[in-house]
């Protein structure tokens, strides 16, 4: 499974709900992934290929190379 190597977010579940007629007719589940990017970055002084989610691409959280 995939995480960000910044914040360790992974992947959640939970129910997808089908609402019918004001009521609550079917529950499905379902995951949510993180939206995940594959960037070279400077970690320690060298270049790597690291998987890190768009917010904290959006945020400045990584040095890229």
Avoid at 35 to 61: F, M, P, Q, S, W
Wanted: hydrophobic letters at 30%; proline letters at 3%.
């Amino acid at each position: 499974m995939a995480k960000c190597a910044i914040c360790d977010k992974t992947q959640s579940n939970g129910k997808k709900l089908s609402i019918t007629r004001s009521h609550i007719s079917k529950r499905s589940p379902r995951t949510w992934k993180p939206n995940l990017r594959t960037v070279k970055a400077v970690i320690d002084g060298e270049v790597k290929r690291i998987h890190v989610c768009a917010k904290c691409l959006k945020n400045g959280k990584v040095k890229r190379a």
